[in-house]
């Protein structure tokens, strides 16, 4: 071993020491190992514990589909039937309550279909080989688990519990109402076949066979919560897959993949008939409308037609004459114009007080049902404000008036009404010139109808009224046939693009990959977190190199862990990797004496620590006992008089000592005791004082070392922890060399602050640690005690097993290793 060790004052590192963390860390491979095995498991577990969940979709249309049969100005129904093109519109409705409603309604969906699983009831709709078929009208048991029990081909046995209370709830869907039943009984079985009603005043259904029963097969059904049911599928997802196209596409997710299927068609399915009733809704009350006004024009023409042929018969006139012919042409084209212009105005004065009277539009808005709309513009603002309406309808429904929405629908709508009233304003105007001019050019014909004979004006009178009338019901005709085809040709705004369908999609949640994924991060994690907060509340020192790197004094060596049953490690087992550790040492410390170039000289090493506990009497023993097997003459003295050790070791007992010298009861031969240790003499403590510190600062003290230096060539002092007393401090002024024991795991890393700084200030020399008690530990790095005198420790590379002897191996696998080594 090179004995040749650097003993200047090293700088002192503040840097961290990533190799040493990285080692560190990597020496914690079986608490990595146990927690990602651990976390694993718990990951395999989730994934069968946690509820399978599906996510399906279905893709529709919501475009405005108008017929290409009719024109602005005369198709009543597709101008005016309602915001099929809105896209908010579609996703308010489909997340409503109401429009879930009609759907849950229509599916039966508050009737649970469950079948036992490995750690829950497991939802069976659509698998299970029955149906559940009854009247919303009739009571039910109201979230009741009833149990089915196949027990034959086309049989099967309903049993079930009452309340323990005796009051159970019963339910009636038509109008969702709950009311209390009380039976007499504690339960319920009895056997059924298949299509037989049920028929109690608790329960009232039967069961509809769809697939083969197979005997000894349970399900269970329960008749749930009406409200509860529409809440918890208003959670269909909808989003816009193309704006311009305007294409949506709504996903739900869950446990039962038909169930998903099954809902997401069916709510398509409700919100197609919705709008297509909606849109169609108008056209109805339009045509309506018309067929009254037709009924009394009929009559009316009737009437004429009548009156008419008697005035022909009754004055013999059946022509008119070409002057007649020509003042009839002119006074009926005139009149129409001018009917159709009043009507057209009473229509638009009707409109403006509508709108002026109400703050909803919607179907109920005035139908043009005898006119055509003279300005394009009335038709389209009509139509975006009874859009803009009906949306602003839907969203009050579900957010409040602070809605950002909704706030700035009732702007558009008042743009929209503002715009309407101007149209309106500057249409009735120019048809009032209009009216004005008409009335003028009638007041010119109708004086030329006095020219012609009185038989003839009665004739033209009766036959202008006629075709008046007659125009009129051909006009309601024509409108009647419109508004029917229409309502018959008339097609959804919303369609299906892509049905919700399984294709045997796997479950979206929980994801095996992800959760394995997680669960090997938390078991690289956790244990991670756990080293770092020990390393941070660790205050212990455990190598070195810690001691190198935060204190100035020099590392003179380590000492290892003692196996032994007593502290004379060198003497009991000199083949021992310990005692080659003080033999280590033994060589470093000639080095730091101050007379280490007198080699005749005494030479005095004092030892001490900062706190009791730390091996500073055992390094003190075993230092003596090699200097003294080195054939020089060793004197071993107990100097920490307040807790006094040594005697122990050396079957002795600690009546006598270095106290009844310095009290002046005992010379100082007759407390120098002979051991079995060749050239160790002992003087131990003695009794203990009650003012150790004063008697060794008397003179008698001083005189004692004096003469022991000049008897022995090597005094060896155990002194008192400086941390703990200042006896210490004061007894290192004979010390040619001090060393400070410090134990690993055990000694605090502030405790040697005060002897450091100590040692910067100059005021004590010739000082250095050695860390006592050391064992390899692979969780405080690499390599550390090569170099300090413990290489040869615990069998390490060429020298281990042969060249010391052998120690007992401390971990299992070490000991497998030496049992077949022994074999």
């Not at 299509?195 to 109690?200: H, L, S």
């Not at 205050?539 to 007593?566: C, F, M, S």
């Amino acid at each position: 071993m090179d004995n040749k060790i650097n003993f200047t004052t090293p700088t002192i590192q503040n840097n961290i020491d990533f190799k040493g963390y990285v080692f560190k860390i990597i020496s914690y491979w079986k608490l990595f190992l146990a927690t990602i095995i651990i976390a694993l498991i718990i990951a395999k577990f989730m994934n069968g514990y946690k509820q399978k969940r599906f996510s399906l979709s279905t893709t529709i249309s919501v475009k405005e589909e108008n017929n290409p049969l009719f024109s602005t100005g005369t198709n009543i129904a597709f101008n005016w039937g309602g915001a099929s093109d809105e896209i908010e519109t579609i996703k308010v409705i489909i997340g409503s309550r109401s429009h879930n409603e009609k759907v849950v309604k229509k599916l039966n969906f508050f009737v649970n279909y469950l079948k036992e699983g490995r750690y829950r009831k497991e939802d069976v709709y659509g698998y299970t080989p029955f149906t559940v078929n009854f009247q919303t009208d009739e009571p039910q048991l109201y979230n009741k688990l009833l149990k089915i029990e196949i027990t034959g081909d086309n049989k099967y046995k309903l049993s079930f519990d009452f309340n323990e209370l005796g009051s159970d709830q019963l339910i009636v869907y038509e109008d969702n109402t709950v009311s209390q039943f009380i039976s007499d009984k504690s339960n319920f079985s009895k056997e059924y076949n298949v299509d037989e009603v049920i028929k109690t005043p608790f329960l009232n259904f039967s069961l509809r066979k769809n697939n083969k029963f197979n005997i000894g097969e349970t399900y269970f059904i329960r008749f749930a919560s009406f409200d509860g049911t529409v809440g918890a599928y208003r959670g269909v997802s909808v989003r816009t897959i193309t704006a311009a196209a305007s294409l949506l596409g709504l996903s739900m997710s869950g446990p039962n993949k038909r169930r998903i299927v099954t809902y997401l068609n069916a709510t398509v399915q409700v919100l197609e008939a919705e709008k297509q009733e909606q849109k169609i809704l108008y056209a109805r009350k339009t045509k309506k409308y018309i067929d009254e006004l037709f009924v009394r024009e009929q009559d009316s023409l009737n009437k004429i037609e009548r009156e008419l042929g008697i005035y022909k018969e009754v004055h013999n006139i059946f022509d008119l004459s070409t002057e007649g012919s020509q003042v009839f042409d002119e006074i009926i084209e005139l009149e129409k114009e001018k009917k159709t212009l009043l009507e057209f105005n009473d229509y638009l004065k009707n409109l403006r007080s509508y709108i002026l009277t109400h703050n909803q539009y919607s179907e109920n808005i005035p139908v043009p049902a005898l006119i055509d709309i003279q300005d394009v513009k009335i038709a389209e603002e009509i139509t975006i404000l009874i859009q803009k309406s009906t949306l602003r309808e839907t969203l009050k429904r579900n957010v409040t008036e602070n809605y950002p929405g909704l706030k700035k629908l009732n702007d558009e709508i008042s743009i929209a009404k503002n715009n309407l009233f101007e149209n309106i304003a500057n249409l009735r105007n120019i048809n009032n010139n209009k009216i004005s001019k008409i009335k003028k050019r009638l007041s010119l014909t109708n004086s030329k109808l006095k020219k012609i004979p009185s038989r003839e004006q009665g004739l033209l009178k009766y036959q202008r009224n006629f075709e008046i009338s007659e125009a009129n019901y051909n006009y309601l005709k024509q409108k009647s046939y419109e508004a029917g085809t229409a309502i018959a040709a008339n097609v959804s705004d919303v369609k299906i693009i892509d049905e919700a369908k399984d294709l045997g999609e796997g479950p979206n949640y929980p994801k095996p990959q992800f959760n394995y994924l997680v669960g090997l991060m938390m078991g690289i994690v956790i244990p991670l977190f756990y080293i770092i907060i020990r390393e941070i509340l660790d205050t212990k020192i455990h190598t070195a190199e810690e001691i190198q790197n935060n204190y100035a004094i020099p590392v003179l060596g380590v000492v290892g862990r003692n196996q032994g049953k007593n502290n004379l490690a060198v003497f009991d087992r000199p083949k021992s990797s310990v005692s080659e550790s003080f033999r280590a040492l033994r060589s470093n410390i000639q080095f730091m004496f101050k007379n280490a170039s007198d080699k005749d000289a005494s030479k005095t090493l004092i030892l001490t620590s900062s706190v009791s506990g730390e091996g500073k009497t055992m390094v003190s023993i075993n230092m003596a006992t090699v200097f003294a097997l080195s054939g020089k003459k060793t004197v071993l003295i107990g100097l920490d008089l307040r807790k006094p050790k040594i005697y122990d070791d050396f079957d002795l007992t600690n009546d006598i000592g270095v106290v009844n010298h310095l009290i002046n009861q005992k010379t100082l031969d007759e407390i120098i005791i002979p051991t079995k240790i060749p050239n160790l003499d002992l003087i131990l403590s003695g009794p203990i004082p009650p003012n150790p510190s004063e008697l060794l600062l008397n003179d008698t003290a001083d005189k004692m070392i004096k003469s022991l230096q000049e008897r022995y060539d090597y005094v060896i002092i155990d002194t008192p922890p400086v941390g703990l007393v200042s006896d210490a401090l004061e007894l290192f002024k004979y010390g040619d060399a001090i060393i400070y024991v410090i134990r690993q795991d055990y000694s605090e890393r502030g405790m040697m602050k005060m002897i450091d700084d100590k040692y910067k200030n100059k005021e004590v020399t010739n000082i250095s640690y050695v860390l006592n008690d050391f064992s390899i530990k692979n969780n405080y790095g690499y390599g550390y005690g090569y170099g300090y005198g413990y290489g040869y420790g615990y069998g390490y590379g060429k020298y281990g097993y042969g060249y010391h002897e052998n120690e007992e191996p401390k971990g299992v696998f070490s000991k497998i290793l030496s049992f077949l080594k022994i074999k």
